[in-house]
């Protein structure tokens, strides 16, 4: 499955080299397109669907044509709706996009967050792929495929995800996937935070980080547990106003509870 995809992605991307890169506005198109064609399966939108999907549409890998594909969409959004405290939430973002005047391809993360009954949540980390042709002047799925990527990927997508929460001041993101007994070394100070203190710490700092950029990477997984070490530069200003521009060396320890990963520790030194 996963060497089709690149071969997939590889033949498109050809492709669209012969006709001339998508314009960021055809692009935004065909994000627009995708998050429709996602809300239209969460609200059971058969009529949406059978406009989205051509007639001669094949699910991969499962060889599903077009009746079977809207009809298990459907199911799922009847579900849903019968019992709303007990649905996925899905999540659709980290778009790559390709495009010819007459072809298409999308690949995109998937986040889906899976409840269940005794009050646990697992969160599926998939990506995937759409292939897109225009027919009578307007885009329609002909097949895709989705593959749940690797607990190394998931460590990317969770420091990349971890640096735009710092930039968004999104301090939900962190009590989400801080663990409970997570712990912070305060990159000047040296000083040792738990959960708690490191948070409030975020919400009193007055400086405004403009942009953070991860380098030099390092992931290793082992079991239920993970160590990411690299480079974070970090651009911004401070309570005073004045521009800042300086690297940290990270080392972040990860360790997967309740079947999602959390963040378990995490320390920084500055570097020239």
């Given at each position: ?243 800042f521009d300086y690297r940290v060396r990270f080392t972040d320890t990860f360790v997967k509870r ?15």
């Amino acid at each position: 499955m996963k060497t089709f995809l690149l071969l997939l992605l590889l033949m498109l991307t050809a492709t669209t080299f012969a006709f001339g890169q998508c314009s960021d506005a055809e692009k935004k198109t065909l994000e627009a397109f995708d998050l429709a064609w996602e809300a239209a399966g969460q609200r059971g939108d058969r009529a949406y669907l059978e406009s989205t999907f051509a007639d001669d549409f094949v699910a991969l890998s499962a060889m599903t044509g077009k009746k079977e594909t809207i009809d298990s969409i459907l199911r799922r959004a009847e579900r849903n709706k019968a019992n709303p405290q007990m649905a996925d939430t899905v999540v659709s973002d980290n778009y790559i996009i390709s495009c010819t005047p007459a072809t298409a391809s999308i690949t995109h993360r998937l986040l889906v967050t899976a409840k269940f009954p005794n009050g646990r949540e697992e969160t599926y980390y998939n990506r995937s792929v759409h292939v897109l042709e225009k027919r009578g002047g307007r885009w329609q799925a002909v097949t895709n495929a989705n593959h749940e990527v690797s607990d190394y990927a998931i460590m990317n997508y969770m420091e990349r995800d971890w640096n735009n929460a710092v930039v968004k001041r999104d301090f939900a993101w962190f009590e989400r996937n801080y663990a409970a007994d997570a712990s912070e070394i305060d990159s000047q100070t040296g000083a040792i935070n738990n959960k708690a203190k490191a948070i409030a710490q975020m919400k009193a700092d007055k400086s405004v980080v403009k942009s953070a950029e991860l380098a030099e990477m390092d992931i290793r997984v082992d079991g239920g547990s993970a160590v990411v070490t690299g480079i974070n530069r970090i651009k911004g200003r401070d309570e005073k106003n004045q521009p800042f521009d300086y690297r940290v060396r990270f080392t972040d320890t990860f360790v997967k509870r309740d079947g999602r990963w959390q963040i378990w520790a995490t320390q920084g030194t500055r570097v020239p």
